[in-house]
């Protein structure tokens, strides 16, 4: 019995050292700097192109063509039809959701946030995995974050996007005038508002879901996304009370807001007053319970936010709240905002670059006016980041736009219901004045 104890033993503690060396070569190379990229005529092994898969060689930089190219690609859904009403859905940086899609399977998530029978296209962002690129790091494996900032820039991302229809009308994948329809939300539905300005005269519709516009917001004394206080009061009060005791972390405020884009802000409320309470023991619980989920959890979400696969999404999150960071200084309830409070932390080193002057903010300066197309925007009642009153202010701005404002809670663009589904298909095939899209306007589900 003993030798059998024994040997359990070391096959118990063999397992933990294959686990544990195979977890650290995985941190290391997750951690590596890239070192080289998909060089011309070649393909990622496991997403060989084939007619939903296309490759496509794009400038490095669209201002300095002598500095060469990178293999880039595009994916066409399942149901795609040449030649059919084409939607581009972007999604800025939850666009890592796009690379390595292999087979149908993969497409289900972006089927949920606009429809199967939708013909769309989903588009890799340079800068984000696996596209990599090498020249933004030096030999030490330090960003450059003024060479970052310009390669993996939304200005140049527009022009890839630009790059891609261009290549489908060559391929006779769009329809005869070479137009595209455009669907995104959150930092995606600025992009698409970045795009339209660039290069509005080659779309013909657009919907956009819970999204802001920090120009617009910047004209208007607001800031980006919405502070704590006016989407939960009574929440932000406690903050703010532990805020003023020093009783505060980025843990919480990183959880509080992973919580508040779900549209929980009872929970929210709970996990603070538990927090406020020292023999609040079920609500310690509850705080100690979400923070256990991964992606609640700030010392793990911090640390994937220091590789190199993530530097595009600093370098986005800081053209979208640079302005507002640089300015923030709490002095109120009113003016807590949770996502700030914790991307303090993941954008310091922005930060620190931008007072010694390596940085600047990025400028949105965006044409809406000129933009001739029709346009819809969605807005959720409650949501967390944007709301109706940005969304009103984007309608405004855009000549021939139409708002529709849900009731709900959630910060959330991608599984939709039966009814919104509905409304995308008759917006995409009919426009938004169609009898088709004011039958969903007509319901009781729309607040307007």
């Given at each position: ?335 807590i905002n949770l996502l700030y409070e914790s991307s303090r932390i993941f954008l310091s080193e922005f930060q620190d670059a931008y007072k010694t002057g390596q940085i600047p903010i990025y400028d949105f300066n965006i044409n809406r006016s000129d933009f001739n197309g029709e346009v819809m925007v969605w807005a959720n009642s409650g949501d967390q980041d944007f709301g109706p009153q940005i969304a009103e202010l984007i309608t405004a701005a855009y000549p021939h736009a139409r708002l529709a404002v849900f009731e709900e ?40």
């Open positions: 019995m003993k030798i059998i104890r024994r040997k359990l033993f070391w096959i118990a503690m063999a397992i933990v050292f294959l686990t544990g060396g195979y977890a650290w070569h995985e941190y290391r190379a997750f951690m590596s700097v890239p070192t080289a990229r998909l060089t011309a005529g070649n393909y990622y092994p496991e997403m060989p192109p084939d007619e939903h898969h296309y490759y496509i060689q794009l400038p490095i930089d669209h201002d300095d063509p002598s500095l060469g190219t990178f293999i880039g690609f595009y994916l066409l859904s399942p149901s795609f039809k040449a030649g059919s009403n084409v939607v581009f859905k972007l999604y800025d940086n939850q666009q890592e959701a796009v690379g390595m899609i292999r087979d149908y399977k993969d497409f289900e998530i972006f089927d949920q946030g606009i429809g199967k029978d939708i013909s769309y296209v989903l588009i890799g962002n340079r800068g984000v995995s696996p596209t990599l690129f090498p020249e933004v790091f030096d030999k030490n494996g330090n960003a450059d974050y003024a060479l970052a900032l310009k390669l993996y820039g939304s200005d140049e991302q527009i022009e890839d996007i630009e790059n891609v229809r261009l290549d489908m009308v060559k391929r006779g994948l769009l329809p005869k005038d070479g137009k595209i329809i455009l669907h995104g939300g959150s930092g995606g539905g600025v992009l698409i508002q970045q795009y339209l300005s660039k290069h509005g005269q080659h779309v013909s519709r657009v919907l956009m879901e819970s999204t802001g516009a920090p120009d617009i917001a910047q004209a208007n004394q607001l800031t980006f996304t919405k502070s704590f206080y006016s989407s939960n009061r009574e929440a932000a009060e406690i903050y703010y009370k532990l805020y003023q005791e020093g009783d505060t972390n980025t843990s919480l405020a990183w959880l509080l807001f992973k919580v508040g884009l779900e549209g929980q802000p009872q929970l929210q409320t709970r996990i603070l007053k538990g927090k406020d309470n020292t023999w609040d023991l079920p609500g310690k619980f509850l705080y100690a319970k979400n923070w256990l989920k991964l992606s609640n959890n700030f010392p793990l979400i911090s640390m994937i936010f220091r590789s190199p696969v993530e530097l595009e999404v600093k370098v986005r999150m800081w053209e979208l709240l640079g302005y507002d960071l640089v300015n923030y200084n709490p002095s109120s309830a009113e003016e809670n959630a910060h959330r663009v991608q599984k939709k219901s039966a009814y919104q589904l509905n409304l995308i298909k008759s917006f995409i095939e009919t426009g938004p004045n169609s009898p088709e899209t004011q039958k969903c306007f007509d319901e009781d589900i729309l607040m307007k």
